[in-house]
């Protein structure tokens, strides 16, 4: 996002076009001929793919209770027809987004729980539904620069719209890392 950013419908639709892929990828890996392989960890310091979709069904939970706690008070229309995100808010995109730059052990409140394959995929697409009408109705209410605090940390701020942002880039990163130990399979 250049200059003064994304107008808010091309912002909108880009982030629902990366949800909807990231859906189809999860929809090849659960259609996945061996399934007994996506609970298996590729070493035993890696997760295994169950884990990892777990993990991001975590992430999105987290956030989704953080902006539920945000939301009395804390309308703010923007004040153009654009959406830019803030520097931090870039700053993480950009730290998230794939391939991984660095890799850094999760936080014990995201760590993986579910290692039923037919739960965490259902949770998966109805958590990614979920962001999809959270986007829309952020949009439509102008609530994109509304804050909200980061599930790790009161003191770290995001806005609605970096938090979108932030949770796609991470999914992506994931599914990349998830394709690459396929790819070994």
């Known amino acids: 996002m250049k200059g003064n950013g994304l107008k808010i419908p091309e912002f909108q639709k880009t982030l629902i076009e990366h949800i909807e892929d990231i ?3 999860s929809n090849t890996l659960f259609d996945f001929p061996l399934q007994e392989k996506l609970n298996k960890r590729p070493l035993e310091n890696k997760w295994s793919v169950v884990e990892h979709l777990d993990h991001m069904n975590s992430i999105v939970s987290q ?35 794939p391939p991984p730059k660095v890799r850094l052990k999760t936080f014990s409140i995201f760590e993986p729980q579910q290692m039923d394959i ?21 949009v439509e209410k102008s609530t994109l620069k509304s804050k909200l605090s980061s599930p ?12 979108f942002m932030i949770l796609t880039a991470h999914d992506r990163r994931h599914i990349y890392s998830i394709n690459n130990f396929i790819k070994q399979l």
């Open 23 to 25: 859906k189809k990828v």
């Open 63 to 97: 956030y989704f209770q953080q902006m539920d706690k945000s939301k009395s008070g804390n309308s703010i229309k923007p004040e153009s027809e654009f959406y830019k995100p803030r520097f931090l808010g870039r700053l993480f995109v950009g730290f998230m987004e």
């Open 118 to 138: 037919s739960k965490v995929k259902e949770d998966f697409h109805n958590l990614r539904n979920e962001l999809v009408d959270r986007l829309n109705t952020s």
């Open 152 to 163: 790790l940390s009161s003191m770290l701020k995001f806005e609605f719209g970096e938090a």
